[in-house]
């Protein structure tokens, strides 16, 4: 664009222009030709300070004060060329600018068009530490010029003074007012604020919730995870050629730069979502690594949906990311497992008893775990190791019960019916027989996908609580038996004690009754588990060698048996039976 003005009143108001006048020669006395090709803000700019010049009154706003700034300062329209020049009168107006929150942002955006002259006059440092003071205050506390407050009306329509109404209060202000603000920022300029921010105390949850919305506005790809169709139709349509995906790319890795280290400020199901986006878009193999600690870190906190992410490598083996899974795991053993190692746990009858804080993510991380292996064992192509591992993982104190690894197990055995039976043993060891629960053991006794050393021990631990169970009961008649003849045993005569006891037997109460009912039930309980022994006895061949090694009629050992050595050894709890005082006794044979 050209412009056809007198010397004289560029000359006065502008140092850098007299000396390009200066510096021409005189030859042509119809004028001269000036090209200012590099001037910030370009025409536009320019034809505001040529007003200027010519005393013609111009508008300044928060749009048009930058490139004029930027303008006046490289026409170097200083006091020195005249009073109130240029650069005083638009650095007055800046102030004004930075003292309101929008015209600072509308200001912050339009430092982009005047590329680095906007830095040497310190306007987007300003700008930033404006925005930053804001963003950091109390609202509520300075009543801040917040976006969507400057025109607040009354209800006939009228503005109020200072948004202040008699009949109604302003609506209050969370402390993410100004995220949906920042989020148009280009991320350069995001950046600034959210270090200035961080370095001015704003609190860490804060900062992750900004970079959450930020990252939502400007990363497509992380709002359309709604299903695993979803996954995979995005995953192949994606290429790195193209320029927006290459930037979501980058946009995604210095995000992932921003995010807090503090645990728990970030959400998990966040973590995890820019993880499965980082995978789609093929990011670095650093940020993909730093999501992954973060995410083990607090892997307590995550959903059993959020950890199924589909495999989208190249050699895609299974159906999930398997190794992902397994790589966070680990991060999460290294933090809470050394700790609990130091002070072993305590368990005593299938039982966990620990005094120690970390104990409870251990247990949810374990029942997560858990439940991924039940969901990814269907898939036919998950190897037996990797299965393996990630169960193995997870150290048996953390597992209050065995049930989930048990269903898992069973997943796995009825969708790879080809393995082996030394490789379903082997995986069978990955739980405890003594840690199922009464539904599992009754489900485990009659479950033909299990080796038969698995149900041998499923059964002998049954039996077990039942042998435990009826001397508790045993305890408890006892005990009732002391409390109804409490002078049984302060000084009187043996014959007066016997002849006490014996009365008491005749004349048994109600809670006598109970005993013997409870007894009787688990006399039951105890003949039905004996039958179902002697069935598996007659239906698996390989049972026809145990007889000849087992000597019956021995009496049983007071020590119990080690589960390893069930092959070897197998126990029946014979029914109680009255003798012939009346009293319950209990036969053992091994």
């Known amino acids: 664009m050209s412009f056809h003005l007198h010397k004289f009143p560029l000359l006065s108001k502008s140092g850098f222009l007299e000396k390009l006048i200066e510096q021409l020669p005189n030859e042509d006395e119809s004028g001269c030709v000036l090209k200012l090709h590099d001037i910030p803000g ?23 004060i930058v490139s004029l700034r930027c303008a006046a300062e490289y026409l170097q329209m200083t006091e020195e060329h005249g009073e109130g020049n240029l650069i005083s009168q638009t650095e007055v107006f ?157 946009l995604l890795e210095e995000l992932v730069g921003l995010l807090p280290s503090a645990k728990g400020v970030t959400t998990t199901n966040f973590l995890l979502r820019l993880l499965r986006t980082a995978m789609i878009l093929h990011a670095s193999p650093s940020c993909r690594e730093s999501l992954e600690k973060k995410i083990g870190s607090q892997l307590d906190q995550a959903l059993l949906v959020d950890l199924l992410i589909p495999n ?14 397994q790589r966070i795991l680990d991060h999460f053993m290294s933090i809470y497992h050394a700790p609990i190692a130091s002070s072993p746990c305590i368990i005593e009858e299938g039982q966990m008893v620990s005094g120690t804080d970390t104990l409870t993510p251990m247990t949810m991380v374990a029942n997560l775990v858990d439940g991924y292996l039940a969901e990814v064992a ?47 043993e082997q995986l069978c060891r990955l739980m405890n027989c003594q840690k199922l629960s009464l539904e599992a053991s009754t489900h485990a006794a009659q479950n033909e996908r299990l080796p038969l050393r698995v149900i041998v021990q499923v059964l002998f631990f049954e039996q077990l609580r039942l ?97 390893d050595d069930i092959m070897e050894q197998t126990t029946s709890v014979s029914a109680p039976q009255n003798n012939e005082n009346g009293d319950l006794g209990q036969r053992v044979v091994a």
């Open 467 to 563: 042998r435990t169970s009826i001397s508790g009961w045993f305890f408890v008649s006892e005990n009732l038996e002391n409390s109804q003849h409490p002078n049984g045993n302060l000084g009187l005569p043996k014959n007066d004690c016997t002849k006490a006891m014996e009365e008491g037997r005749a004349d048994e109460g109600g809670g006598g009754k109970d005993v013997k009912e409870r007894v009787s039930e688990l006399e039951r309980e105890c003949l039905g588990m004996k039958m179902e022994l002697e069935k598996l006895v007659k239906t698996k061949k390989s049972w026809s060698l145990i007889p000849k090694k087992l000597g019956f009629g021995r009496k049983s050992q007071p020590c119990i048996p080690k589960p």
């Open 378 to 424: 269907p898939d036919v192509n998950l190897k037996l190791p990797k299965f393996q591992a990630l169960a193995a993982a997870i150290p048996d104190y953390a597992r209050p019960l065995d049930d989930g690894i048990y269903h898992a197990i069973d997943v796995y055995l009825k969708a790879h019916p080809w393995l082996s039976d030394s490789e379903r």
């Open 94 to 250: 800046l102030n004004e600018v930075f003292g309101n929150w929008t015209d600072t942002i509308k200001a912050l955006e339009t430092c982009e068009e005047v590329g680095s002259y906007a830095e040497e006059v310190h306007i987007v440092s300003r700008c930033i530490d404006s925005l930053a003071i804001k963003a950091c205050a109390d609202p509520q506390l300075f009543n801040w010029p917040v976006k969507g407050q400057e025109n607040v009306r009354s209800p006939n329509g009228t503005v109020l003074w200072n948004g202040i109404s008699s009949t109604t209060k302003p609506q209050p202000t969370g402390e993410d007012w100004w995220y949906e603000d920042v989020s148009f920022l280009r991320f350069p300029l995001y950046k600034l604020l959210i270090l200035s921010v961080e370095a001015k105390g704003l609190k860490s949850e804060n900062i992750a919730a900004s970079l959450i919305h930020y990252a939502k506005k400007n990363i497509p790809l992380i709002n359309n995870q709604s299903s695993f169709n979803d996954m995979n139709h995005v995953a192949s349509g994606i290429t790195a050629s193209t320029n927006s995906e290459v930037d979501q790319r980058l």
């Open 42 to 64: 370009g025409a536009k700019a320019f034809e505001l300070v040529a007003k200027f010049c010519y005393d013609v009154k111009i508008e300044l706003t928060s749009l048009n």
């Open 312 to 325: 989208m490598g190249y050699t895609v083996e299974t159906l999930y990311d398997i190794d992902c899974i």
